[in-house]
């Protein structure tokens, strides 16, 4: 089982009692250790039987730990005998390839253990731990303290990734509306956007209700720490706001593009067909004369010849001039 736990530590009054990798051992430490005591651990992709066991020793609700097992599931907070369940998703932005990654982060709370199970790379919780170490006011309140600060971390996970979609929306938007030329490209870079920003719908959105609900009261949950909660609720809305505006102007963007494009290939149409006028005023005068009639008084005049070359020119010339005015050439 061991593989498997990132950490196992024991707490009192915000201050660590005691560390280990085997779980019975974190327990007796925090019973020992009398009220308030609680015992954080934190597993990395567990499989069935490796999570059975540790569920064993929590009482944890089988459904929650099938739930945990298995991932892929949608943001949520769900209360069971003994314990509370919330499911979160995490999301990293990869400046490279412009993509947006997700994870999941699972947290189990009870009235004296916390239990943190990540699934994927695209975790935030590597430093946690240090971090609220540092903060024994917060740490004292227990498992809502960890709890509020593993769902501060992925929310903050939002604002890092919206920020970066954002700097590439802006570039992506200066390239499509860039003067002088039509990219013809850009809507396959915009729908590649759209699947980012929807990767990052997918995890925000459906989140902002177990937060608020978090925020009201809920088992386990002290009400301390319903003000922290408030705080992640507000930056997860305006996570929200910021993906719904995105996700409107890359709408907007695309239909822009798409009558660039249809501008451009009218344009490219009217110099087609100016120019195929420019060619059919000589080539009809041409076939005129190409009929071999004889009586055509010009055949036999010496200027017969320059002068339908001077009218071809002429023609030609004044077609010219009328469609540069027009913009057609």
Known sequence: MARMIVHCAAYQDGRRIGASEDLTDALTAAREAGPGAFVWMGLFE??????????????????????AVSAHQRPKVEAYQGS?????????HHAESHAVTSGEVMVFLGPDFVMTVRHGADSPLGDLRARLEQEPELLRYGPSSVLHSVCDTVVDGYV????????????????????????????????GCKRQVMTVRRAASPLLEPMLRLERGAPFVRAET???????????ARVN???????????????????QV????NNDMRKISAWAALAAVPTMIAGVYGMNFD???????????????????????????????????
């Open 46 to 67: 567990p499989t069935t039987e490796e999570l059975d066991r540790v569920g064993k020793e929590f009482a944890l609700h089988p459904l929650a730990v099938e739930d």
């Open 84 to 92: 509370l369940f919330v499911a979160l998703k995490t999301l990293g």
């Open 160 to 191: 890092e990734v919206a920020a970066a979609l954002q700097a590439d929306l802006d570039e992506l938007e200066a390239d499509v509306f860039a003067p002088g030329r039509v990219d013809r490209d850009a809507a396959g870079r915009i729908y």
């Open 226 to 236: 319903a003000p922290y909660l408030r705080d992640v609720a507000d930056h997860l």
């Open 241 to 259: 706001d910021q993906v719904d505006g995105m996700d409107r102007l890359l709408s907007d963007i695309l239909g822009a593009n798409l009558a």
């Open 262 to 265: 249809s501008v451009q290939q």
């Open 295 to 329: 009586v055509m008084p010009e055949l036999h005049e010496p200027w017969g010849y320059p002068a339908v070359l001077s009218l071809m020119a002429a023609v030609c010339v004044v077609l010219h001039r009328v469609f540069k005015r027009h913009d057609w050439l």
